[in-house]
Nanobody, 122 residues
């Protein structure tokens, strides 16, 4: 199983970016999915999460500016980022709780994507 993130880049303050993260491999189903970020010299922090039912949760710093969504048919989670600020600069990582089957038994593993750089600067 792999999570492949894309969509990062350089954007001016006030601009927008859309991140995508697609899960592939031997997947039975995907539970919650989310985005985290890590700025230089700081710990990785939660940005937003979405459950399999579509319930969402956001860090206060991004509420009203970022929107998380998912396409279950494509095993993909998105993060639409609007009104970007310099303090949003970080490496963004996707995360997913994935159910798999092996030898007839079901088990759940949490996976991380490789990270995509978002830089907000004029």
């Amino acid at each position: 199983v792999q999570l492949q993130a894309s969509g990062g880049g350089l954007v001016q303050p006030g601009g927008s970016l859309r991140l995508s993260c697609a899960a592939s491999g031997d997947i039975v189903s995907i539970n919650d999915m989310g985005w985290f970020r890590q700025a230089p010299g700081k710990q990785r922090e939660l940005v937003a999460t979405i459950t399999g039912a579509g319930d969402t949760n956001y860090d206060d710093s991004v509420k009203g500016r970022f929107t998380i969504s998912r396409d279950n048919a494509k095993n993909t989670v998105y993060l639409q980022m609007n009104s970007l600020k310099p303090e949003d600069t970080a490496v963004y990582y996707c995360n997913a709780s994935i159910r798999r089957r092996k030898l007839g038994a079901l088990f759940t593993v949490r996976y991380w994507g490789q990270g995509t750089q978002v830089t907000v600067s004029s």
